[in-house]
């Protein structure tokens, strides 16, 4: 597999998921679509990405990975998470991963992802990677409760072309680990989780229960471990949510 990353710039897209999607059988590995202005992004649990054209970051990345098996998928979650929380360290920010994929600094969101697979057999054929980064956004409409950006942040302006090339060097230089140390991936990704270790209120989406619970890692499979009232319980995406 040809480790080199191709960026395509468009000036503006629905969703630069949507168009990886659309055209997922003619990208090649590694390509890069990025939009100055994504209107119709989307994120996890079916809601809207919403950016500011030309402001923030706003790309996906379509990855073939090599002999992947389908238990490990969730280890293209972990690594592209790890990826950007490094950038925004680089940056001098103390960027930290909260389950299952945003990147946060205190309790506020910089950065989201939605991960898109396409399966054959018990492998993962490909996987498109959306990310959202909050880079330049200095107001936020209201119906985002707790956003941030990488320029409130800092009070710098970065350029969109020169920190989405950074990002993709990172991503070059950490895809052996997808192939050959998923262990040291998911190690990674658990430690120093949002909330780890602290005990924190969460909700319990089925039954909207709320209780205090204490975050103790997460599968490789991608499901919360969660100490509550010492039972070590297990959550899937969807199961429970954060109180914040």
């Known amino acids: 597999m040809e480790n080199k990353i191709r960026i395509k710039w468009f000036d503006a897209l629905d969703s630069t998921n949507n ?56 280890s293209v979650t972990f690594l592209s998470t790890l990826v950007v929380r490094d950038w925004l360290r680089s940056k001098g920010v103390a960027a930290i991963v909260k389950w299952p994929n945003d990147i946060y600094v205190g309790h ?37 409760v707790n956003p941030t950006s990488l320029k409130r942040l800092t009070g710098k ?11 993709c060097r990172l991503f070059e230089e950490r895809l052996p680990d997808l192939a050959d140390r998923r262990d040291r991936l998911h190690a990674e990704y658990c430690d120093g989780l949002f909330q780890s270790g602290l005990p924190c209120r969460y909700r319990d989406l089925a039954s909207g229960e709320e209780f205090t619970g204490t ?12 100490d509550r009232d010492g039972m070590l319980l297990t959550y899937a995406f969807k199961e429970v949510g954060y109180i914040l």
């Open 157 to 167: 302006d970065y350029d969109l072309k020169e920190s989405l090339e950074e990002i």
């Open 108 to 144: 506020r969101k910089i950065c989201g992802m939605l991960v898109e697979n396409g399966l054959e057999g018990t492998s993962v054929a490909w996987s498109v990677i959306g990310i959202g980064i909050n880079l330049n956004q200095s107001f936020f409409p209201g119906e985002l």
């Open 215 to 226: 975050i103790k890692g997460v599968t490789r499979e991608g499901r919360l471990l969660l």
């Open 19 to 74: 168009e990886l999607l659309r055209h997922v059988s003619d990208y090649d590995n590694l390509s890069v679509v990025a939009a100055v202005d994504q209107f119709a992004g989307r994120g996890q649990r079916g809601n809207r990405w919403l950016a500011r054209p030309g402001e923030n970051l706003t790309f996906s990345l379509l990855l073939r990975p090599s002999d992947l098996p389908v238990r490990d998928v969730m």
